[in-house]
């Protein structure tokens, strides 16, 4: 049996999803790291929900792999 892992794994979606979090989480640091500057105004609750859904974006793309990951080990190891 010839088992091609290309065509069942797919790491490419859960890492655009961290690619997606670590931007947005970027920003939201940028943006509150230039509040010092006269002028400019963020509102904190907006930046830190921003900041939290990046986290958990982040955290739920992590899981993903990790089960992509074990999924792949069983593969290997029923056909190993």
Request: charged residues 20%; negative net charge; glycine residues 4%.
């Amino acid at each position: 049996m010839v088992v091609d892992m290309h065509d069942m794994i797919d790491f490419s979606t859960p890492l655009a999803g961290m690619e997606r979090a670590t931007t947005s989480l970027n920003q939201t640091a940028t943006k509150i790291a230039n509040l010092s500057t006269p002028g400019d105004t963020v509102d904190l609750s907006t930046e830190v929900v921003s900041l939290l859904q990046s986290r958990n974006n982040f955290e739920s793309n992590t899981k993903v792999l990790q089960t992509e990951d074990e999924m792949t080990k069983s593969l290997l190891n029923m056909i190993g």
